[in-house]
């Protein structure tokens, strides 16, 4: 007889003492998968929702793209960029 | 103000680089400026001015964009459903 425990079927020792939240302890990194997916599912989504990358509003804020400056840095880390550069065109809307 | 925009057109070797897209993924870049090449020429030519410094909208979209998504856009906007808003 090993010691393995099955879900719905304790096997129950004679010689150790065997609490019943074992089922529940493991699946513990169950939920440590599924929070962490979960977690970053939704901070994908806060990106979009506040970063100028989304149009979320299609009559109220169209291209929010455009909105931001031409010096702007939008990546995380970037390599050898001057970011004084100007805008690329007159104006005429 | 134009004629430093024709010089920039005489002078225009590629698309240069836009802060807005700064990733390898350039197809927002293609489809803006080929949004703001029928935008400016359609502000322009409602207020009577010359539509010379809208090239410089063309030349980068024809730089970045693929043929065939040009070649859809030109006859959806010829057909009357291109889905951009002009």
Not at chain 2, 27 to 54: E, I, M
């Amino acid at each position: 007889m090993t010691s393995s425990v099955y879900l719905n079927t304790v096997l129950y020792r004679e010689d150790i003492l065997l609490p019943h939240v074992v089922p529940f302890l493991l699946l513990v990194p169950l939920f440590i998968f599924i929070g962490g997916g979960t977690v970053m599912s939704g901070a994908y989504l806060l990106r979009l929702a506040m970063g100028p990358h989304v149009s979320w509003n299609r009559n109220g804020n169209p291209e929010p793209w455009n909105k931001t400056e031409p010096t702007q840095q939008h990546k995380f880390y970037s390599v050898n960029m001057d970011y004084s550069k100007l805008k690329k065109e007159g104006p005429d809307f | 103000m134009s004629d430093v925009i024709e010089e920039k057109i005489k002078n225009y070797r590629t698309a240069p680089f836009d802060a807005r897209f700064p990733n390898t993924n350039q197809t927002r870049n293609c489809f803006q400026n080929y949004l703001d090449f029928h935008r400016c020429n359609k502000a322009l030519s409602d207020k009577g001015q010359d539509v010379a410094p809208c090239d410089w909208y063309q030349r980068v979209y024809k730089s970045l964009c693929p043929l065939s998504w040009v070649a859809k856009w030109d006859d959806q906007i010829e057909a009357g459903s291109f889905p951009g808003k002009i």
